[in-house]
T-cell receptor
Framework: EAGVTQSPTHLIKTRGQQATLRCSPI?????VYWYQQALGLGLQFLLW???????NRGNFPPRFSGRQFPNYSSELNVNALELEDSALYLC?????????????FGDGTRLSIL | GIQVEQSPPDLILQEGANSTLRCNFS?????LQWFHQNPWGQLINLFY???GTKQNGRLSATTVATERYSLLYISSSQTTDSGVYFC????????????FGKGTHLIIQP
């Protein structure tokens, strides 16, 4: 069974540009979570999608957005990139929002802002 | 929101030694996971353990939900065990995703 897959592995952008990160969940999983791991700030919850809907977001500005597609894959978009957006972005999937199931993580996308 | 504290923050051991990592959390949870993050950033699932005890090879974990703590035991450490160990919890409903502790940075020296 394939795990959670993320693309690209690395992404280099400059300030003001937009970045798109992609995530494919484990087959059968309907919930997708996005997390940011920035240097010195730890792992922070960013967004949660379930059944195609955004269910909740963490304490991040609106320029962080995304969507979930009918096949449950997801995109994270970051607009007007700032230097502080440089981080490892991790995607996780689980069986469902209220199923008390573990989250399984992908290998992440490392976003560097120059 | 829920608070998660891990101890110790750093741990340096010789190969073959045993260790205990602790995770304290401030509220009731319905999900608790232990992860190992390797030097390449990969977050590897170790245990899903909202309560009880589990073992997987040289690793075992215990969560005492009523007292709001969890312990991760590593026996006969190997250099490949080096990395950062995270405890993460989720409150009922999962609306805020997983809340992570700051991690324990483990270095195993040969």
């Amino acid at each position: 069974e394939a795990g959670v897959t993320q693309s690209p592995t690395h992404l280099i952008k400059t300030r003001g540009q937009q970045a798109t990160l992609r995530c494919s969940p484990i087959s059968g999983h309907t919930s997708v979570y996005w997390y940011q791991q920035a240097l010195g700030l730890g792992l922070q919850f960013l967004l949660w999608y379930d059944e195609g809907e955004e269910r909740n977001r963490g304490n991040f500005p609106p320029r962080f957005s995304g969507r979930q597609f009918p096949n449950y894959s997801s995109e994270l978009n970051v607009n007007a990139l700032e230097l502080e957006d440089s981080a490892l972005y991790l995607c996780a999937s689980s069986l469902g929002s209220y199923s008390n199931q573990p989250q399984h993580f992908g290998d992440g996308t490392r976003l560097s802002i120059l | 929101g829920i608070q998660v504290e891990q101890s110790p923050p750093d741990l340096i051991l010789q190969e073959g030694a045993n260790s205990t990592l602790r995770c304290n959390f401030s509220d009731s949870v319905n999900n608790l996971q232990w992860f190992h993050q390797n030097p390449w950033g990969q977050l590897i699932n170790l245990f899903y353990i909202p309560s009880g005890t589990k073992q997987n090879g040289r690793l075992s974990a215990t969560t005492v939900a009523t007292e709001r703590y969890s312990l991760l035991y590593i026996s006969s450490s190997q250099t490949t065990d080096s990395g950062v160990y995270f405890c993460a919890v989720e409150v009922a409903g999962g609306a805020d995703g997983l809340t992570f502790g700051k991690g324990t940075h483990l270095i195993i020296q040969p």
